[in-house]
């Protein structure tokens, strides 16, 4: 399996549970950004939530075919030394707290 493949396949199981998980906190942007920086990504919290909810958005309306696409856009709107991982991990933690709905999109991605 390639490194990218194994990202994926940890970035959907890890978006998984905590689409099962009861969330801990009323406002989940805030949830978002701790998740964030539990991966080495930081920045303004509103601008990464309104990020992370555009690329749900993206998703749903297919201007982003797949989790590669979804991840090349966020990681053009990320600071410039995320790296690719970051940017996979970004969008796990996006669909996991934005968008439960598009979970596939990772899983077929790690397939």
């Avoid at 919290?45 to 966020?74: H, M, P, Q």
């Amino acid at each position: 399996m390639s490194p990218a493949k194994r990202v994926l396949a940890a970035v959907a199981a890890a978006s998984a549970v905590l689409v099962l998980a009861a969330p801990a906190q009323a406002d989940p942007d805030i949830d978002f950004a701790n998740q964030l920086h539990e991966f080495g990504i930081y920045g303004p919290r509103d601008y990464n939530a309104w990020l992370g909810k555009i690329a749900c958005k993206r998703l749903f309306k297919a201007v982003d075919a797949d989790a590669y696409a979804s991840a090349e856009f966020i990681s053009l709107n990320l600071a410039r030394d995320a790296s690719r991982a970051q940017a996979f991990q970004f969008l796990g933690a996006a669909i996991g707290t934005y968008c439960p709905e598009q979970l596939g999109v990772l899983q077929a991605a790690a397939q």
